[in-house]
């Protein structure tokens, strides 16, 4: 229940999630690539194989221009005419008009979904184009007419479409879940974190004005992290980041730290209501919760009360002395013991300790009663075992007052409870019969002393 476990429970959702996010939009855009270069270079490698090179030349460059967005070419090549030996620098030659400039040096990776096609592999790279753009190709050859196709299109525009796609889902998601928890989208503009999602309109409402989206500048301090503060509302959060490479985004995963409190808190009661039901005797286990009224600091039980039916009518904690355990575990955050009246006004022994990260307060008590009773039973059976296995005439007894509170005005034997066993049975009257003598009278009385006779 500790932060560092929470947060680290946090961190690998968003990483899961992010993990799952990345990968799907390269992989579905590099076989959509290679499937569709295969599909095209089909076509029209039937029809350049049947005569009609031009109409296939002019297909592409029509497609270039007019069918095809910004950011998608088909290219058709081919190894330059009348070259004997094939080698992985033979020169290659464009058929179709290019739709971007070239740069006036030739990135040496540029042309390989080409050169790979022309060489009769089909499949995808990601990688600069010739223009020196990244992109993502797809490639296939073209076998009858001895042609490679390449079917690209520049990163950015996959990017842009793919993330527009991820927060229309992340949107929905937001709204269907009725809590502080947002899932979120950004990327990185010149140092500042853009929103690509929708902010959630109920969690909106709660800024105070404009909403200051720089708050989320922190999930943009590297590749992957966590963060507990301010948000954009300005409330305090326990969020998570994971940066997406392939998409050159962040996803962000928060909650209201709030409700991660309130959270932990439900479950700490029920797992320690069901732990107390179980203790022997007058062991009582039970968590409170500081709670702020009106500025002034209290405490809550989160768990149940193992003993409440027997505060009465006024009701448990009625003593003012009652709650000082819990009050000190979950106000003060100390971890220590007392002795004084419980929440039923019983004499009880309580240690208790807190856990900070949810101002939170664990007591364990039990009765100062069965406590002395422990005791008192350990000291009778030592008492009585030494008795039993002595080899001389030395003899320990106990015993206690009837009445404990007239323990000073004992008269005799009679108002005597003798706890250890006689190794030998007295004789006629019994032990010390209505005597008001003996060292036991004495003991209890409060004086000390030898008595021989």
Same mark, same amino acid.
């Given at each position: ?5 929470? #947060? ?48 296939? @030349? ?14 998608? &070419? ?22 179709? #008009? ?18 790979? !096609? @022309? ?6 790279? @990601? ?35 793919? @993330? ?17 928890? +947002? ?13 690509? #999602? ?8 709660? *800024?105070?004005? !404009? *909403? ?26 326990? !969020? ?23 959270t932990l808190l439900e479950r700490i009661g029920t797992a320690v209501s069901a732990t107390n039901m179980k203790l ?27 003993? !409440?039916?027997? =505060? ?21 955050? &100390?971890?220590?013991?007392i002795i004084q009246q419980d929440y039923r006004n019983h004499a009880a022994f309580a240690g208790y300790a807190c856990?900070?990260?949810? &101002? ?8 100062? +009663? ?8 350990? =000291?009778? +059976? ?8 002595? #080899? ?33 049975? =007295? ?27």
């Open positions: 229940l500790d932060s560092a476990t929470t #947060t680290a429970s946090f961190l690998s959702a968003v990483q899961s999630s992010g993990t799952i996010v990345d990968t799907l939009f390269l992989q579905s855009n590099q076989l959509t690539m290679a499937h569709t270069a295969g599909t095209l270079a089909t076509m029209l490698d039937h029809l350049w194989a049947s005569g009609l090179n031009g109409t296939v @030349l002019d297909v592409v460059n029509y497609m270039n221009d007019f069918a095809m967005g910004e950011g998608w &070419e088909i290219v058709l090549g081919r190894f330059v005419p009348n070259t004997i030996n094939i080698t992985n620098t033979t020169p290659m030659q464009f058929l179709s #008009t290019l739709k971007y400039p070239k740069p006036a040096v030739a990135n040496p990776l540029a042309g390989i979904p080409l050169r790979r !096609a @022309l060489n009769g592999i089909s499949g995808y790279v @990601l990688g600069p184009d010739y223009a020196s753009i990244q992109v993502i190709a797809g490639h296939h050859p073209l076998p009858q007419s001895k042609l490679g196709l390449v079917y690209k299109c520049q990163l950015t525009v996959l990017q842009k479409n793919f @993330l527009a796609q991820i927060s229309s889902a992340i949107n929905t998601w937001n709204v269907v879940v009725s809590s502080s928890l +947002e899932m979120m989208l950004l990327t990185n503009v010149n140092g500042a974190a853009q929103v690509l #999602t929708n902010l959630d309109p109920l969690l909106v409402a709660q *800024c105070s004005g !404009a *909403c200051d989206l720089s708050a989320m500048n922190f999930a943009l301090r590297g590749s992957q992290g966590t963060y507990t503060g301010p948000d954009y509302r300005g409330v305090t959060v326990l !969020a998570a980041y994971t940066y997406l490479p392939n998409l050159n985004a962040t996803l962000v995963l928060k909650v209201d730290l709030s409700q991660v409190q309130a022997p005797g007058t062991k009582d286990l039970f968590v409170s919760h500081k709670v702020v009224t009106n500025g002034t600091a209290g405490i809550k039980f989160v768990s149940n009360l193992k003993f !409440a039916s027997q =505060c009465g009518a006024s009701g448990c904690g009625s003593n003012p002395n009652a709650a000082v355990a819990a009050r000190r575990s979950a106000i003060n955050c &100390e971890q220590g013991y856990i900070p990260e949810i &101002e939170c307060g664990v007591v364990m008590k039990i009765d100062s +009663e069965e406590v002395a009773q422990g005791c008192q039973d350990f =000291c009778v +059976e030592y008492a009585n075992d030494l008795n039993e296995n002595s #080899t001389s005439s030395l003899q320990l007894e106990l015993g206690r007052p009837y009445n404990l509170s007239l323990a000073a005005s004992v008269q005799s034997y009679a108002d005597i409870q003798m706890l250890t066993t006689p190794r030998e049975p =007295c004789a006629g009257g019994g032990c010390w019969p209505n005597s008001s003598t003996g060292p036991m009278v004495e003991a209890i009385r409060g004086a000390g002393g030898v008595v021989v006779g």
